[in-house]
Nanobody, 119 residues
Framework: QVQLVESGGGLVQAGGSLRLACAAS????????MHWFRQAPGKEREFVGY????????SYTNSVKGRFTISRDNGKNTVYLQMNSLKPEDTAVYYC????????????WGQGTQVTVSS
């Protein structure tokens, strides 16, 4: 089992920045990649990006490219989502998820952290 705990959400003005963290514990060695998702009120959950656990390669959805950066600190078993130039449309609950054997399957989820961007 892997446990994921997000932190760092809050209220920020448009144009501001926030850094979310996702701390992993448990069977860390089984993680293939870590993903970030978000879900705004009344909308479906949206993929934000991912980082491979070992190689560190990343990928992002188009709407956040150039503004969001995912990084990892393997020593702390923590993945970060640095969000810059935030927009009101970035308001959502942000979740991290972990994949074990395939990138297409999300085996573990965190509880989510609220990000609110005011205009």
């Amino acid at each position: 089992q892997v446990q994921l705990v997000e932190s760092g959400g809050g209220l920020v003005q448009a144009g501001g920045s926030l850094r979310l963290a996702c701390a992993a514990s448990g069977r860390i060695f089984s993680i293939l990649a870590m993903h970030w998702f978000r879900q705004a009120p009344g909308k479906e959950r949206e993929f934000v990006g991912y980082i491979s656990w070992t190689g560190g390669s990343t990928s992002y959805t188009n709407s956040v490219k150039g503004r969001f950066t995912i990084s990892r600190d393997n020593g702390k078993n923590t993945v970060y989502l640095q969000m810059n130039s935030l927009k009101p449309e970035d308001t959502a609950v942000y979740y991290c998820a972990a994949s074990k054997t395939t990138m297409a399957k999300y085996d573990y989820w965190g509880q989510g952290t609220q990000v609110t961007v005011s205009s």
